[in-house]
């Protein structure tokens, strides 16, 4: 405990050893619960796929299409973080679901938000909905979907894009005027870069406390290059929390084992950092044949995408990158006093370091991936 206690007192910088550790834990365990209702037939389930980064035809992807009313909440885990959960909730009025009771039928306490689709004008339920999550102290979003199908509807007629635009939002508006009214966000589920998608993202980030915000960032799929920086900037602050965390491992008197611990440590968080980026294989493969071009191939030739796809070659690199510094470790945890120190101060460097390197790696590959995808 002293070693530790020392360590804190020597670092002039806001992040304490106890503060990092938190901060992992807070990491590991956090939770979000988002949840999707709507009228059926709105897009619900497309929009529940987009919002976890799968297609409607993917494994594991929310049905579309197919003309059935969900009559109870149906969760969707995120395909690489479970923590972070999307329920399908039926719709309001529906004969199971009376509005007076709504709230209570779908256990409203264990959401952390609620997103209102809808693929044409909001009704009087959504309105109905929306005050009883306000009643709850809820937040709630509303969400026109399908605006692709509008806007190109309308170009046939000669309306440009955003004098659609424009008017869908004043007869959203219009129909949501007994609550302020409040914002409506335009999407198309079909591709997030287009329309209110980024915005609906900046307001819900903000509303969120922020250790709920990194799980957000981390979990949405990358849908724009400014997206992307925004994860490169949250995984850069992961790894410098993981790095300090892990300086306080080398009071633990076993030689090694500090090394073995920052081994994990590192594959984990790349690994997290590789599936947040969206380079895993099948992400990869599905945009190459999309847009036609060899992009899966171009990613493996980072020799980090590599290992992180193999998974074991990735602990030897980690190990050996780390392996220099864990023998000075090792050295000089047997040494009482300020060796700890010193051995904290080796730890923290090349750990971060490594963690840092291998971050900006994977965030060269994935930006080198949406400019191949011409993504905007
Ligand atoms: N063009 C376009 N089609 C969409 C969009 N979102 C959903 N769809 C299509 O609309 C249809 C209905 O979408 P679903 O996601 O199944 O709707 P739902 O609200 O889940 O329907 P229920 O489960 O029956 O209540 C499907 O054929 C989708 O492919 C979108 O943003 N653009
Ligand atoms: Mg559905």
Redesign the pocket.
């Known amino acids: 405990m002293d070693n530790q206690e020392e360590y804190q007192q020597n670092d002039s910088g806001e992040m304490t050893l106890e503060w990092a550790r938190e901060e992992v834990d807070r990491l590991d365990h956090v939770t979000l619960n988002i949840a999707v209702t709507?009228?059926?037939?709105?897009?619900?389930?497309?929009?529940v796929n987009a919002f976890r980064g799968l297609q409607?035809t993917d494994e594991g992807a929310?049905?579309?299409?197919?003309?059935?009313?969900?009559m109870e909440p149906t969760m969707y885990p995120h395909p690489t973080m479970p923590n972070v959960k999307i329920w399908?909730l039926p719709?309001i009025g529906s004969p199971m679901f009376k509005a007076e009771t709504y709230m209570k039928d779908v256990k409203y306490p264990n959401y952390d938000f609620f997103i209102i689709?809808s693929?044409s004008r909001f009704k009087e339920n959504d309105a109905i909905l929306a005050k009883e999550i306000m009643k709850k102290k809820k937040n709630f979003y509303f969400v026109r979907?399908?605006?692709?199908?509008d806007v190109s509807q309308e170009e046939r007629k000669g309306v440009g894009e955003e004098q659609t635009l424009q008017k869908i939002r004043k007869n959203c508006l219009e129909n949501l005027r007994t609550l302020g009214p409040p914002p409506v966000f335009l999407?198309?589920?079909?591709k997030l870069e287009r329309f209110d998608f980024p915005e609906l993202v900046n307001t819900l980030e903000r509303d969120l406390p922020y250790h709920k915000r990194d799980a957000l960032v981390m979990s949405l799929p990358v849908h724009s290059k400014e997206f992307l920086d925004k994860k490169y900037s949250r995984f850069k602050k992961t790894a410098w929390v993981l790095a300090t965390a892990s300086a306080g491992i080398t009071v633990i008197p076993v030689p090694g084992l500090s090394l073995a611990f920052d081994v994990a440590m590192v594959v984990s968080f790349l690994t997290k950092c590789y599936y947040s980026f969206g380079l895993n294989d099948g992400t990869l493969q599905k945009l190459s044949e999309r847009v036609n071009k060899p992009i899966l191939a171009k990613a493996r030739e980072s020799a980090l995408v590599m290992a992180i796809a193999e998974e074991s070659s990735l602990a030897a690199k980690a190990a050996a990158r780390l392996g220099a510094a864990g023998v000075v470790e090792a050295l000089c945890i047997l040494v009482p006093g300020p060796g700890n120190i010193a051995a904290a101060g080796i730890s923290f460097a090349t750990t971060q370091s490594v963690l840092l390197e291998g971050v900006k790696e994977l965030y060269s590959v994935a930006k080198g991936v949406i400019e191949m995808a011409e993504v905007k």
């Open positions: 709507g009228e059926s037939g709105s897009g619900k389930s497309a929009f409607d929310a049905e579309t299409g197919v003309t059935e009313t969900t399908d719709g689709v693929a979907t399908k605006t692709d199908t999407i198309t589920s079909n």
